[in-house]
């Protein structure tokens, strides 16, 4: 028998960088949709470049 040291949870292995990258990804998209996504985005940016109405 061998004693191997367990892995350390810090380690980085193959399969935590995917677990983190993911982790990322939803992060991500959860943040976009709470910024109201890009459809939201272009709305804003139509209304920016539209001139601003006069108030008579």
Request: charged share 15%; no cysteine; glycine share 8%.
């Given at each position: 028998?061998t004693?191997?040291?367990?892995?350390?949870?810090?380690?980085?292995?193959?399969?935590?960088?995917i677990?983190?990258?993911?982790g990322?990804?939803?992060?991500?998209?959860v943040?976009?949709?709470?910024?109201?996504?890009?459809?939201n985005?272009?709305?804003?940016?139509e209304?920016?470049s539209?001139?601003?109405?006069?108030?008579?």
């Amino acid at each position: 028998m061998t004693d191997e040291k367990p892995i350390s949870p810090w380690k980085l292995t193959p399969g935590r960088i995917i677990i983190l990258l993911f982790g990322v990804l939803i992060v991500v998209y959860v943040a976009s949709a709470l910024m109201g996504g890009l459809g939201n985005y272009q709305a804003l940016r139509e209304a920016a470049s539209t001139p601003a109405a006069t108030k008579p």
